[in-house]
């Protein structure tokens, strides 16, 4: 007897999510209900249209949130931690906005790094290709000679050394994307503890992930006070979302300290997790009573000191490329010279 087998839902890939979340964001802001505003756009983004409505539509019999609905549309925790917290604070129009504003960055940088990296990659690839057509017809030939001309021990091996140093870089590069990988997966499956204090020790990535964390906190936190719920409530409720395991795990961590009458500035200094001048900010909007917007000022802060970073590093990868790229040139110049010129000595 065969047991019925559950089909999965079809993958709904929408084109332009930028301006999806830019123009649900519009729809929302003129009155449109949700789900209204999703049956308007999902002909212009989605070329699945008729598995789209039905997957709507079963969610909404169910009784699922927005975040649900924009979980099966493709979209990513990154999008699904706001919207779910937006349906407390009940600002989901201004969360979206903000929301799509990011995605287009985040789309803009992955773009230009796109750009930046397929040439020098594109011309490191050949180069290997080149080197390779070397190693194969010009190096044995040029050994054979001088084989033939020359007695004794004879240094050859230099040619083929130089000649293979766009292998080291290809396989460095392997190796480290493949690490990455590997270190991701594993990092994982560990407790939300152990995954903060590993990226905490790595050099570069803990200045990144520190801005990030404080720019989500400060974000969302910031929306929830400036919407009139309480500060006790609001890291309630960040420590209750579903789409965010670490600032789930710093929201509950600060809100352990808040309820025994520490302030928040306090409680996040004491943490030691997210960026080193928050506990001063929050301290100041703690004195003027205004902490839900300064909360959201110190959170496009954040992201303009990511962005900032980002384009430093943006910046360095190209160059750094082509200088590898040079060094190659240069190794095969030395590879293809020097053999000659010992040949010449030894005529």
């Not at 979209?75 to 799509?100: T, Y």
């Not at 397929?118 to 030939?141: A, D």
């Not at 990535?205 to 929830?224: A, D, M």
Request: proline share 4%; with cysteine; hydrophobic share 45%.
């Amino acid at each position: 007897m065969l047991l019925p087998s559950k089909k999965k839902p079809p993958k709904i890939h929408l084109r332009d999510r930028s301006r999806f979340l830019e123009r649900l964001a519009v729809l929302l802001t003129e009155g449109y209900l949700l789900p209204t505003a999703l049956v308007l756009l999902l002909p212009i983004h989605s070329k699945n249209l008729e598995a789209a409505d039905a997957g709507l539509t079963s969610i909404l019999k169910s009784g699922g949130n927005s975040a649900e609905l924009l979980k099966f549309l493709g979209f990513k925790d990154g999008v699904l931690f706001p919207v779910e917290i937006a349906e407390h604070h009940g600002r989901l129009s201004e969360s979206l906005q903000s929301i799509a504003k990011n995605y287009g960055r985040t789309e803009e940088v992955q773009t230009k790094l796109k750009n930046i990296l397929i040439y020098p990659v594109s011309l490191l690839g050949f180069t290997s290709l080149l080197f390779l057509f070397f190693r194969m017809n010009y190096i044995p030939n040029l050994t054979e000679l001088m084989t033939s001309l020359q007695s004794g021990d004879e240094s050859g091996g230099m040619p083929a050394y130089l000649l293979k140093m766009p292998d080291y870089f290809i396989f460095s590069m392997a190796v480290f994307v493949t690490g990455s990988f590997i270190f991701w997966r594993i990092l994982k499956m560990q407790r939300i503890q152990v995954q903060i204090n590993w990226l905490l020790r790595i050099p570069v990535i803990k200045n990144y992930i520190r801005l990030y964390w404080s720019h989500l906190l400060s974000r969302e936190l910031g929306t929830l006070l400036h919407s009139g719920i309480s500060l006790q409530e609001s890291l309630h409720v960040l420590s209750e979302q579903n789409h965010h395991g670490v600032i789930r795990f710093i929201a509950e961590a600060i809100r352990s300290e808040v309820v025994t009458g520490q302030p928040l500035s306090v409680a996040v200094e004491r943490l030691g997790t997210l960026s080193n001048d928050m506990p001063a900010f929050l301290q100041h909007g703690e004195l003027t009573g205004f902490l839900g917007k300064e909360l959201i000022l110190y959170s496009e802060v954040q992201m303009e000191a990511i962005e900032q970073q980002t384009q430093r590093w943006l910046k360095i990868i190209q160059p750094t490329f082509f200088i590898i790229i040079a060094a190659c040139i240069v190794a095969a110049y030395l590879a293809i010279l020097l053999p000659m010129y010992n040949l010449v000595h030894t005529i």
